[in-house]
């Protein structure tokens, strides 16, 4: 069975840094690119960023480009979204996201909720 | 930045009723577009991808059409566990964006 788990959501001041973990089980994680996808309290969903399966392709939403970066461990079946300089639009549930080889999200995490406040 | 534009925001239906959703993309996306429904306090779930192909476990009642920069959800006959908030989304082009949904409610 395909599992996505979240962790390393919390409080966090404006300016802060966060760093968010997804622990992949069920599949060959390796072969699979994988997302970071948010949703801000009562709003719709963003793509933040998106990682290939060998690390050499990342790309970023420009809302985050130069403050949030996404990496994984093939090793550690582990995805990563390291995130500074968080403003308090950041404030969202993050979610991690599996990329289906034929395109679209076929699996999602439960979400880490981020709260950037003062 | 493609933008997808969804419509109507809120379907009041009853359930056994038929539903149709739309989305429209800015530019083409080809047939790049997905649906996902998304409960109350749930992630989304993955319905329809490539425009029109059901995904894994979706029932026949869930069907998707459409091709360039319209697309349409259609949902035969609603069941209790249909009402929910639906989103399409594109990978054409990055960024990957979604529509701003459609709430599903019972009238």
């Known amino acids: 069975e395909v599992q996505l788990v979240e962790s390393g959501g919390g409080l966090v001041q404006p300016g802060g840094s966060l760093r968010l973990s997804c622990a992949a089980s069920g599949f060959t994680f390796s072969s699979y690119t994988m997302n970071w996808v948010r949703q801000a309290p009562g709003k719709g969903l963003e793509w933040v960023s998106y990682i290939s399966g060998s690390s050499n392709t990342k790309y970023y939403t420009d809302s985050v480009k130069g403050r949030f970066t996404i990496s994984r461990d093939n090793a550690k079946n582990s995805l990563y979204l390291q995130m500074n300089s968080l403003r308090d639009e950041d404030t969202a549930v993050y979610y991690c996201?599996?990329?289906?080889?034929?395109?679209?999200?076929?699996?999602w995490g439960q979400g880490a909720l981020v709260t950037v406040s003062s | 930045e493609i933008v997808l534009t969804q419509s109507p925001a809120t379907l009041s239906l009853s359930p056994g009723e038929r539903a149709t959703l739309s989305c429209r993309a800015s530019?083409?996306?080809?047939?790049?577009l997905a649906w996902y429904q998304q409960r109350p306090g749930q992630a989304p779930r993955l319905l329809i991808y490539d425009a029109s192909n059901r995904a894994t476990g979706i029932p026949a009642r869930f069907s998707g059409g459409g091709s360039g920069t319209d697309f349409t959800l259609t949902i035969s006959s609603l069941e209790p566990e249909d009402f929910a908030i639906y989103y399409c989304?594109?990978?054409?082009?990055?960024?990957?964006?979604f529509g701003q949904g459609t709430k599903v409610e019972i009238k």
């Open positions: 989304q594109q990978r054409n082009n990055w960024p990957w964006t």
């Open positions: 530019q083409s996306v080809s047939g790049f």
């Open positions: 996201a599996r990329w289906a080889p034929w395109g679209f999200v076929d699996y």
